[in-house]
Nanobody
Framework: VQLQASGGGLVQPGGSLRLSCAASGSNIIINIMAWYRQTPGSQRELVAR??????????EYAESVRGRFTISKDNAENTMYLQMNSLTPEDTAVYYCMENIWRANTGSVDYWGRGTQVTVSS
């Protein structure tokens, strides 16, 4: 399984970006889909997360992005997105996608995509 993240770039304050993360592989069950971000000298922090549950997906957001960012997914394409609106310089970071994926031969494993840089600057 590989995760391919894309969509980062340079945007002005108040602007928007959409990140994508596509998972390769067949016969997989995705239990968790999440976006994290990290700035130099800081720990990686959770931005948004889908948790698959029998009663329905649970969606969580960091307080700092709630109301501005939206996580979504396309189950058919094994792809998730992060729509980021009203961006501020404080959102500047390397963004990583992470998925907890179950396969018959490995069980549940966390996979990380390569980071994509988001820079918010005028």
């Amino acid at each position: 399984v590989q995760l391919q993240a894309s969509g980062g770039g340079l945007v002005q304050p108040g602007g928007s970006l959409r990140l994508s993360c596509a998972a390769s592989g067949s016969n997989i069950i995705i239990n968790i889909m999440a976006w994290y971000r990290q700035t130099p000298g800081s720990q990686r922090e959770l931005v948004a997360r889908y948790t698959r549950r029998a009663s329905g997906d649970r969606i969580e957001y960091a307080e700092s992005v709630r109301g501005r960012f939206t996580i979504s997914k396309d189950n058919a394409e094994n792809t998730m997105y992060l729509q980021m609106n009203s961006l501020t310089p404080e959102d500047t970071a390397v963004y990583y996608c992470m998925e907890n994926i179950w396969r018959a031969n490995t069980g549940s494993v966390d996979y990380w995509g390569r980071g994509t840089q988001v820079t918010v600057s005028s």
